[in-house]
């Protein structure tokens, strides 16, 4: 360096505070610029930057400072830590669950011959694992220190009836032989099952079963099942009641008459719906079509087979409503809802004021608790103040529980919320005059016939797009 000023004269350094960058700014320049890249790279140790360093970029400043004065460029840069990964459960009591899936034939039916294989486990028999979260890989900041990589989100077992987990909480066992059937918010359940050989009728009378029914038959008009696990139909419902806490799956169809009322806690499977009234926790899948119906998902409605036909009535879904034909020739009004269901809405601002009253009560317990605290440091504590302590110990307690079971139920809604513009119609042929498209709060009618198109919300209106 030719000149009797420190390099410091020229330039600056400044390392940002997370340390994961350093930048350089001239500071001055005359007719020469004195300096070289030795300089610059004496400057940045000196000012501990040590690692990352871009020789690259400081060739550049010395080659043509000019453009680099009064503003930083960053010469350093160091390696941000890994994201962590989750840990996850495992199933394995049915590893070969994906080719147990119903095939669909060419004619737009499905072949459930396979879908009365139940997922049968002894009692005793490991039947889930947890995997722990890993950490991600390190990082490095431009200073050379290391720094350790994010921590995953760990997996929780989800435990529902006759399923016990060992101390450790990284195996989940059957305690009961039965039928693995996940119910509401995943949890791991193993059900007694229950099988008729032959219809639903007044030989066998209505059906109210703690665990998961197979019905080898028809459930005739009149009749009701109800279930806390799975129902598998290989026959058709009628004017009938079928509820179940897990899924439900009819091989043939429901013919419901206006009388039939279909419930499942998580997906309802079948060849077609009509004149029925259908609830869903997640999915209602459909392979041939739903005519007349109310049907009502907390996900998705499917009807996507060759025939895959939507003809009448109201369909709501919290994500995605997803068809072949929609409507018909003859412009019959038929209604599709998607978005987030109203009630979660309404549950969400019950939840915010509950939190907010239990806050309320938390402080004063811990104001109260800290008085205590004090008198009983300084050995003054009577019994009955004593008694006072332990008793808002527990208060305390219970408030806090309390209060994080709100939460997390908050950020799931929230999170619900949050996937309203994933909510669609998509018609994968064709969409008649007479149907009608809700997203949120706002409508729309279809005028004329209309091929492969999706609808979706799209600033304050809803759009009809074509699908690719």
Do not use: W
């Amino acid at each position: 360096m030719s000149t009797d000023l420190p390099v410091e004269h020229y330039v600056t350094v400044n390392l940002a505070e997370d340390k994961f960058s350093a930048s350089i700014q001239i500071a001055t320049l005359s007719d020469s610029f004195p300096l070289t890249v030795n300089d610059l790279i004496a400057l940045l140790h000196k000012n501990n930057v040590r690692y990352g360093i871009q020789p690259d970029v400081l060739h550049t400043i010395i080659r043509d400072p000019k453009p680099f004065m009064q503003t930083k460029t960053v010469v350093a840069v160091g390696d941000l830590p890994g994201e962590g990964i989750d840990g996850e459960i495992r199933n394995l009591y049915d590893k070969d669950a994906q080719s147990k899936k119903p095939a669909e034939l060419e004619d737009g039916t499905v072949d459930y011959k396979e879908v009365t294989r139940l997922t049968n486990v002894r009692k005793g028999q490991l039947i889930a694992e947890r995997l722990p979260a890993r950490d991600g890989t390190p990082g490095q900041t431009v200073s050379g220190e290391s720094v350790p990589g994010l921590k995953g989100k760990e997996a929780r077992f989800k435990i529902g009836k006759n399923v016990v987990a060992d101390g450790e909480q990284k195996a989940l066992y059957a305690a009961i032989d039965g039928m693995v059937v996940r119910t509401e918010n995943d949890k791991i359940n193993v059900f007694p099952v229950f099988e008729v050989n032959g219809d639903v009728d007044y030989k066998i009378g209505n059906i109210d079963f703690l665990g998961t029914v197979v019905i080898r038959g028809n459930v005739l008009s009149g009749f009701k099942v109800r279930a806390a696990g799975d129902v598998r139909i290989t026959g058709g419902v009628e004017g009938a009641e079928v509820e179940a806490l897990g899924s439900i799956e009819i091989s043939a169809g429901i013919l419901g008459h206006n009388k039939a009322v279909i419930r499942a806690g998580v997906n309802l499977k079948c060849s077609f719906i009509q004149d029925a009234t259908i609830e869903a926790g997640q999915h209602v899948i459909v392979s041939q079509s739903i005519l007349h119906s109310q049907v009502r998902a907390g996900q998705t409605v499917q009807c996507i087979g060759p025939k895959g036909l939507i003809v009448g009535g109201t369909i709501q879904a919290g994500e995605v409503v997803m068809a072949r034909t929609i409507g018909n020739t003859m412009s019959t009004p038929t209604a599709l809802e998607v978005g987030v269901l109203p009630e979660l809405r309404n549950e969400l601002t019950t939840l915010r004021q509950q939190l907010k009253l239990l806050q309320e009560g938390l402080d004063k317990t811990e104001k109260a608790l800290v008085i205590l605290d004090q008198l009983a440091a300084s050995g003054s504590l009577s019994a009955e103040k004593l008694a006072m302590r332990i008793k808002l110990s527990h208060t305390k307690k219970q408030a806090v529980e309390e209060q994080n079971g709100f939460k997390e139920r908050i950020l799931e809604i929230e999170k619900t919320l949050e996937d309203t513009d994933r909510a669609r119609v998509k018609v994968v042929s064709v969409v008649y005059g007479g149907t009608k498209v809700v997203i949120g709060r706002y409508t729309r009618f279809v005028k004329d016939a209309t091929s492969r198109v999706y609808f979706v919300y799209a600033e304050g209106d809803i759009a009809m797009l074509p699908l690719e």
